[in-house]
């Protein structure tokens, strides 16, 4: 007989300053170590995109944030490939040395990893990014010409893309205190923010997968580089992860589809503990999803399960998060794993306000 399969989801929200999944693929070590215990694990760029360096997990699903808030809502399937046409926008404003930086690393990843990859695009007016920062501390952005990027998307579409890698110059300011904070492990990535708006926006009109690489002058050395943020300054680009990324990314699908994956199979979803707002998390937890909150991974939010309502599992660490996970993958109550275990107790028929006698 065939086991069902156990699948789990993976959210670390983008520019909230997460201990862990805050900085440049800092959270793929925990993707790593799930996927050993699921089947199929679905997560997002945010935790899979490491600039230069990545992983591939084989039954791991890299989908863009709003693409998982449609799935969580039982909108959208998702349908595993093992090969995308990636189309490339490039944003007018980047620079032609750093322009030719990025085709070097488009054509690098067809001719070293034979990534399917068609001709670029450049959009027809800058993009002009701005970013922000909350009250909170969280980031996010604009984009002047949005109509612009959506035009460089529908030629790629019409050629035969399947998702879209997008590359939009954003600001230098290799002087900002928020900047220097980061470079050292501490605040809030200035740029996430502002990338998961472009990436929304393609997704949300087109239906196809979609991940963003911001174009940046190189900054200065620094010594005392944090390890979390040291994978962002290897190299010129941040495009490596994004074409790997989106070269097996599931499509979407709103009918149903043999082999496509709804939200009503999703077992479990891992979430940092003080980060529940979020649509996919809303959602999921009206369904059967058991929701793991992870207490260590703390964010400049402070939005829990409990002052939502929502019922969730609390843990420490992510460690204890992937003990859950192997418990219920092995049809194991987690209670049993400790010394004492309560006995069980009658319902009270006054407070269930049901017919039920007990059991």
Not at 119 to 134: M, S
Not at 247 to 264: G, L, M, N, Q, Y
Request: aromatic share 6%; hydrophobic share 45%; proline share 6%.
């Amino acid at each position: 007989m065939n086991k069902p399969s156990f699948t789990v989801g993976l959210i670390v929200p983008t520019g909230i300053g997460a201990a862990i999944g805050g900085y440049a693929g800092d959270a793929m070590p925990v993707a790593r170590a799930i996927s050993e215990v699921a089947d199929c694990l679905i997560t997002h760029p945010n935790v899979l995109n490491g600039a230069q360096l990545y992983w591939n997990l084989p039954n791991a699903l890299y989908v863009e944030g709003y693409g998982l808030d449609q799935f969580a809502a039982g909108h959208w399937g998702l349908l595993p490939t093992t090969s995308n046409r990636i189309g490339l926008i490039l944003d007018q404003a980047i620079e032609p040395d750093l322009k030719l930086r990025h085709l070097q690393v488009a054509d690098a990843a067809r001719a070293t990893l034979g990534l399917n990859i068609l001709d670029y695009v450049v959009t027809d007016q800058p993009l002009n990014v701005e970013l922000r920062t909350a009250k909170s501390g969280a980031t996010w952005g604009t984009i002047e010409h949005p109509d612009s990027l959506l035009r460089a998307a529908e030629k790629l579409i019409q050629a035969g893309a399947d998702a879209i890698a997008v590359v939009a110059r954003f600001p230098d300011d290799t002087g900002s205190e928020a900047l220097q904070n980061y470079r050292h492990g501490q605040g809030v990535d200035p740029l996430s923010g502002a990338e998961a708006v472009i990436s929304h926006l393609i997704v949300r009109t087109f239906h196809v997968p979609c991940a963003h690489a911001p174009a940046l002058s190189a900054l200065p050395l620094d010594p005392d580089l944090s390890p979390r943020s040291a994978a962002e300054e290897l190299g010129h680009t941040f495009l490596p992860c994004v074409l790997v990324g989106l070269s097996r990314a599931p499509r979407f699908t709103e009918f149903p589809k043999a082999h496509a994956i709804w939200v009503d199979q999703m077992n479990a979803l891992v979430i940092p503990a003080s980060a529940c707002g979020g649509s996919a998390i809303l959602h999921l937890s009206q369904t059967r999803t058991r929701i793991i909150a992870v207490q260590e991974n703390q964010t400049k939010l402070n939005v829990s399960a409990e002052a939502l309502g929502i019922r969730a599992t609390i843990v420490k660490s992510y460690l204890e998060a992937i003990g859950i996970l192997i418990c219920d993958r092995a049809g194991i109550n987690p209670t049993a794993l400790s010394p004492e275990i309560a006995a069980l107790k009658r319902f009270d028929q006054s407070i269930r306000g049901s017919q039920l006698t007990g059991i």
